[in-house]
């Protein structure tokens, strides 16, 4: 993911900036089968990104091996016009035969056991991730399987400086703290920090979320129920770890005014030794410093007790089958889903999309030749070492914590402030969301 569509998801905002691609004209499914046994199904797409270049790009791969099978591509906005898109045509019957969406809490917005086919039995399902899994089922079975890749909210590190200087990746916040103790006494930025885009302070709070997990596995529905705070353990050590990284020296001098690329480019070349930030910098590394990208690595957010650190995972958008799509054109749409995460079409998500991180599914396997850092999380993957970023579990997000976590990080405002703020701001929107519990 580029840097547009990180921001999209540490601000739990629908989607990105959409393209200037024009909406396709609604459609009530597949022009139904023809005389000839032919089937033409329509899969609606939000036109973020590079999402119809690479929707286009399955498409030609699946009809290549399905010539019986004919699929148009429909666009339409992303973001909350999108959203509102989205349960207008579930509700008038007017969805496509499949379509691309949000996995995790904007998925159950759209009322999944009443808009949508059930694909629990479908093959694939016991290929997916436990992760992604439970953010595309409810209660009464499976209804999506994932298209793109994961990436994580993490500590992008120097493997270089980390070897000059005798470093082993931390495991606990102590490890962490003595690390950054380490680097600076060699007269480098520990943890570099770039609160001119504001959206990046979140991290320390965003990307602790799976340690969080760890600690207490029912924090994102008892958040969401209005029983947790942040406030209160472990969702406080997001907070108060950022207030130790300012008070112990660890930023880069510039930290109030640097940006997102300087943040990269300081990791990049050893100017810094860390930047907590999104996986998707990765494409970043790629474009602007190739040379680089061997020397870059990646570790979780190191919790307090070693065996609480997982690696906090954004999971991939989804695809899904609503129920008015039906007879032929329903088993067309479920062997495209299918063709989606199957060998073939996991060539096309390596090549039409820059992966950001490994696939929830295991039929999908990064290339041999992509960035160490996607390596490195994927060894947190296999090892089961991975939680869901707590978006995934919970509509509610507060529109100030950008802000709040600034105040934090510039030692403007002590954690245990910060962290009250915090749930005042989420309070008033789980009151616009109509939750029960606030």
């Known amino acids: 993911m580029d840097n547009t569509r990180s921001r999209r998801v540490l601000l739990a905002a629908a989607g990105v900036a959409a393209l200037a691609i024009p909406l396709a004209a609604c459609s009530t499914g597949g022009g139904g089968e023809s005389a000839d046994g032919s089937v033409e199904i329509t899969f609606l797409v939000p036109t973020a990104g590079t999402n119809i270049e690479s929707a286009e790009a399955m498409v030609a791969a699946f009809e290549k091996e399905n010539d019986d099978i004919t699929v148009k591509v429909e666009s339409q906005p992303a973001g909350t016009e999108g959203d509102n898109l989205m349960k207008t045509k579930l509700a008038t019957g007017e969805m496509a035969d499949v379509f691309w969406y949000n996995s995790g809490s904007l998925f159950q917005a759209l009322n999944p056991d009443q808009n949508l086919a059930p694909l629990t039995d479908e093959s694939w399902v016991g290929d997916m991730q436990d992760t992604m899994k439970a953010v595309v089922e409810t209660d009464n079975g499976v209804y999506g399987a994932p298209f793109g890749a994961t990436q994580a909210g993490a500590v992008v590190y120097n493997k270089k400086i980390y070897a000059d200087l005798g470093l082993e990746v931390p495991t606990s916040w102590d490890e962490f703290a003595a690390n ?97 930030i999104l996986t998707g910098i990765v494409s970043t590394f790629q474009q602007n410093f190739p040379d680089q990208i061997d020397d870059i690595g990646v570790f979780p957010l190191p919790a307090q007790k070693a065996e609480d650190t997982k690696l906090t995972v954004w ?65 947190y993957f296999d090892e089961g070492n991975t939680n869901p970023a707590l978006e995934f579990l919970s509509p509610i997000k507060g529109p100030n914590l950008e802000n709040i976590t600034v105040e934090v990080g510039s030692g403007i405002r002590p954690a245990e402030d910060g962290a009250a703020l915090y749930d005042e701001d989420v309070k008033k929107q789980a009151q616009q969301l109509g939750l029960d519990g606030w």
């Open 315 to 379: 999971l991939p958008n989804a695809v899904y089958v609503p129920k008015t799509t039906e007879g032929a054109q329903l088993e067309a749409a479920k062997k495209f889903v299918a063709f989606i995460n199957s060998p073939a079409g996991c060539d096309v998500q390596n090549t039409a999309m820059v992966p950001s991180g490994p696939y929830a599914i295991s039929t999908c396997e990064l290339g041999d030749d992509v960035p160490g850092l996607l390596k490195d999380m994927q060894v």
């Open 180 to 276: 950054n103790d380490k680097i600076k006494a060699a007269g480098i930025t520990p943890v570099i920090q770039t609160y001119g885009d504001t959206w990046t302070s979140q991290l320390f709070v965003l990307g602790d979320f799976g340690n969080v997990l760890a600690q207490d596995e029912d924090w994102g529905t008892e958040y969401t129920a209005g029983e947790r705070k942040y406030v209160d353990e472990p969702a406080l050590a997001g907070f108060a770890n950022q207030q130790e990284g300012f008070e112990s020296g660890w930023w880069n001098e510039d930290f109030a005014s640097a940006l997102y690329d300087d943040g990269a480019r300081m990791v990049a070349t050893g100017e810094g030794a860390h930047y907590p």
